[in-house]
């Protein structure tokens, strides 16, 4: 594994590896497609970007911060996914790999899948943080819940050059709001996922790996295992329960947007965007092709 998208693109090059999927940058595929005797596949992948509060470390988004008053942790956290800059994200970095490039707006399904558009309109959240960088409202928002100047300690892949530059952006909105951004960027970060005591939000990709409904359920789930937050609500647990055995389509799509309107309201996480997902392959390897699931080229291998 190359964590590192730069030195993926000169194993390419040196022949080290027939094939890499890195983390693009524009200038990482503008290397890639500079490349002899390499062929560049474009497409998406089913992964895509979000931000998520820890609400089990009595920082800031925490209700224990506050005497366990959770509608002022709510607020706090209203605010802060009210300043992350998801257009601007977008036409910044990714639009240059991908100009067809939108805001994701669903925490479960993918865009373009049957469920999708009925998801987001029953949710709410396109209409509630919209394009993202909603500096005014956060003040709002913090004014509103009687906090000033909260510390939030952000945590993200400072080896990715892609997460990097949203990290700027995001700290650059956020301290417009009143936020005060510390820098908890990490190359480990995914084994910290689970210690929340190491930071209060965190910038990372979920990767879909199937196409069943269930396949998010240990992410909200109370104590699911990629519930890293101690986020708890017996309202959407028991529309998990429900998910996990219902067969008719009208109800699978009533119970995923319950599920997804309660998130929006609990202000758990927010969605950005599709990863873009160029595959350099070595003209010496034959047949390659990628799907957006995982293992996406891996997926025909043998």
Same mark, same amino acid.
């Given at each position: 594994?190359?964590? /590192?998208?730069?030195?993926?693109? %000169? +194993? *390419? $090059?040196?022949?080290? &590896? #027939?094939?890499?999927?890195?983390?693009?940058?524009? /200038?990482?595929?503008?290397?890639? %497609? +500079? *490349? $002899?005797?390499?062929? &560049? #596949?474009?497409?998406?992948?089913?992964?895509?970007?979000?931000?998520?509060?820890?609400?089990?470390?009595?920082?800031?988004?925490?209700?224990?911060?506050?005497?366990?008053?959770?509608?002022?942790?709510?607020?706090?956290?209203?605010?802060?996914?009210?300043?992350?800059?998801?257009?601007?994200?977008?036409?910044?970095?990714?639009?240059?790999?991908n100009p067809d490039a939108e805001i994701r707006n669903s925490l479960i399904?993918?865009?373009?899948?049957?469920?999708?558009?009925?998801v987001v309109a029953a949710s709410g959240m396109a209409t509630k943080y919209?394009?993202?960088?909603?500096?005014?409202?956060?003040?709002?928002?913090?004014?509103?819940?009687?906090?000033?100047?909260?510390?939030?300690?952000?945590?993200?892949d400072n080896t990715n050059t892609r997460r990097v530059q949203e990290f700027?952006?995001?700290?650059?909105?956020?301290?417009?709001?009143?936020?005060?951004?510390?820098?908890?960027?990490?190359?480990?970060?995914?084994?910290?996922?689970?210690?929340?005591?190491?930071?209060?939000?965190?910038?990372?990709?979920?990767?879909?790996?199937?196409?069943?409904?269930?396949?998010?359920?240990?992410?909200?789930?109370?104590?699911?295992?990629?519930?890293?937050?101690?986020?708890?609500?017996?309202?959407?647990?028991?529309?998990?329960?429900?998910?996990?055995?219902?067969?008719?389509?009208?109800?699978?799509?009533?119970?995923?947007?319950?599920?997804?309107?309660?998130?929006?309201?609990?202000?758990?996480?927010?969605?950005?965007?599709?990863?873009?997902?160029?595959?350099?392959?070595?003209?010496?390897?034959?047949?390659?092709?990628?799907?957006?699931?995982?293992?996406?080229?891996?997926?025909?291998?043998?």
């Amino acid at each position: 594994i190359i964590g /590192d998208a730069q030195a993926s693109v %000169q +194993a *390419l $090059q040196n022949g080290e &590896v #027939l094939a890499t999927q890195p983390q693009a940058t524009a /200038d990482i595929l503008k290397q890639m %497609q +500079a *490349l $002899q005797g390499v062929t &560049v #596949l474009n497409g998406v992948g089913g992964t895509f970007e979000h931000v998520d509060m820890a609400q089990n470390n009595k920082g800031p988004f925490d209700p224990a911060a506050y005497g366990g008053d959770a509608n002022k942790a709510n607020l706090v956290r209203d605010a802060w996914l009210q300043t992350i800059p998801r257009q601007k994200i977008i036409d910044t970095i990714i639009k240059p790999l991908n100009p067809d490039a939108e805001i994701r707006n669903s925490l479960i399904v993918v865009p373009g899948s049957p469920m999708y558009d009925g998801v987001v309109a029953a949710s709410g959240m396109a209409t509630k943080y919209g394009a993202g960088d909603n500096t005014d409202k956060a003040k709002q928002l913090l004014q509103q819940a009687g906090v000033t100047s909260p510390t939030v300690r952000f945590m993200y892949d400072n080896t990715n050059t892609r997460r990097v530059q949203e990290f700027q952006l995001i700290k650059e909105s956020a301290e417009k709001a009143g936020f005060k951004v510390v820098d908890a960027g990490n190359k480990n970060w995914g084994s910290l996922l689970g210690n929340t005591a190491k930071y209060d939000s965190v910038l990372f990709g979920w990767q879909s790996v199937s196409t069943g409904l269930s396949e998010s359920d240990a992410n909200f789930r109370t104590k699911g295992q990629n519930n890293f937050y101690g986020y708890s609500n017996k309202k959407v647990d028991g529309l998990l329960d429900q998910i996990q055995v219902a067969t008719d389509a009208a109800k699978q799509q009533e119970l995923v947007n319950q599920v997804e309107t309660q998130l929006v309201a609990d202000n758990f996480s927010i969605s950005i965007f599709q990863f873009p997902e160029p595959t350099g392959v070595s003209n010496k390897l034959q047949n390659v092709s990628s799907m957006s699931l995982s293992p996406t080229m891996f997926w025909n291998f043998w």
